[in-house]
């Protein structure tokens, strides 16, 4: 009766509550709820052990099945399958927030990186005359998104911000990936403006160098392709957080390796580039050149990283300090309570409408000892009150 003919007052009364128990529900009253809490644009988890929780599992946003005595009906309906109901936490605190964190990254360097090639596509046609004459031959193009910049990003899988013991010590940071600080429209539009300044930088540089020198056309995207490869390789290497072996070889072997397949391609006649880099890596010009493009595209970024890190540090970026520093909370425990302090105070301001509803959030985050102290002096929320 009331899903049916009080749904607008049971679901603000249901989004009030910080837990909510249904007794003797049917499987579609289970996907019901989830529906219920859905239209209020909140991020839904289920989890069920059994085939009557089928319908609430598909019907969230993550589905989370336990394999276990009622059978393996729930684990292959769902998202994602546990043993014991115990793994939630560190598949959402820990395996949940890498993957936000690399998809993020994946998502916007993948863009980044076709931009760059093709805003450089586009200020070429200016100077050719709009006459639609590629700067980039057909072999450079299909290479540069197969071989040349998707073997860097594909060890990110590996990379951690910061290490699995501080996420769960301090598992609030979780609001970072529910405020969706890594991916937005202001993310996007930063590195939109990277992409057109490192491909302003390419092409001018190349441009103005190459300007008195008797270079033909290959020559000339030969060295700008080079710039666009250096600039990615650096890229990948500073928004790395936590390097191992393999990242150092993807990163720096696939820029040997982009030589080493250029070298190979200029041995043979037919290829359009039949002696092209023995000519152009003789040329000190050649170094020099992707020397300056380096420097123009990595400084402003590496100043503002700094800046940014030094002044006006986030909470990823305060934790990162801790580990670094060693403290423990044993030592220099009023040093950790600012730190700590100025975390909760970031992620308050970085989403203050889950701060406001932060019961849909809190039993999760409780569920730590160290955020124990902080859930208990929250408000109560009085699940009778009105919205005015």
């Not at 009364?13 to 219920?36: G, H, N, Y």
């Not at 299909?142 to 911000?161: A, E, F, G, R, W």
């Not at 060693?326 to 970031?346: P, R």
């Amino acid at each position: 009766m009331a899903l049916k003919h009080n749904y607008e007052a049971f679901t603000k009364l249901a989004t009030s509550c910080r837990t909510a128990i249904c007794c003797r529900v049917t499987p579609s009253q289970k996907a019901q709820m989830v529906e219920l809490v859905k239209s209020w644009k909140f991020r839904t988890l289920a989890i069920g052990d059994g085939g009557n929780d089928v319908r609430m599992i598909q019907e969230a946003h993550v589905g989370v099945g336990i394999s276990g005595r009622e059978g393996l009906q729930a684990a292959r309906a769902s998202d994602f399958s546990i043993g014991k109901f115990r793994f939630l936490k560190r598949l959402i605190l820990i395996h949940g927030r890498y993957s936000y964190n690399r998809t993020s990254f994946l998502a916007q360097y993948s863009i980044y990186k076709s931009l760059l090639i093709c805003l450089i596509q586009i200020l070429f046609s200016f100077v050719s005359g709009i006459s639609g004459t590629s700067l980039f031959n057909t072999f450079s193009l299909m290479s540069y998104n197969v071989l040349y910049t998707s073997v860097p990003v594909m060890v990110n899988i590996l990379d951690k911000d910061i290490s699995e013991s501080t996420v769960l010590q301090h598992p609030q940071i979780l609001s970072y990936c529910q405020a969706e600080r890594l991916l937005n429209p202001s993310t996007f539009a930063g590195w939109f403006g990277r992409s057109f300044l490192h491909a302003t930088i390419v092409f001018l540089v190349t441009i103005h160098v190459y300007a008195n020198e008797k270079s033909e056309v290959e020559e000339l995207s030969i060295v700008a392709l080079s710039g666009c490869i250096w600039l990615q390789a650096f890229v990948v290497a500073v928004e790395t957080n936590s390097f191992t072996v393999l990242q150092q070889l993807a990163i720096w072997g696939n820029l040997v390796a982009f030589y080493v397949v250029n070298f190979i391609v200029s041995m043979v006649p037919w290829g359009g580039m039949y002696t092209i880099m023995f000519r152009i890596c003789g040329q000190p010009c050649y170094w020099l050149t992707l020397l300056l493009i380096t420097l123009l595209g990595m400084g402003p970024l590496l100043a503002l990283k700094c800046f940014l890190f030094i002044y006006q540090p986030s909470a990823i970026n305060i934790l990162q300090q801790l580990e670094h520093s060693c403290l423990t909370t044993n030592s220099k425990f009023s040093s950790i309570e600012s730190h700590l302090n100025k975390i909760d105070k970031d992620l308050e301001n970085s989403n203050p409408a889950e701060a406001n509803a932060g019961s849909v959030y809190e039993p999760l985050l409780g569920s730590s000892p160290s955020s124990s102290g902080r859930v208990s002096g929250l408000s109560s929320v009085n699940i009778l009150q009105s919205n005015p």
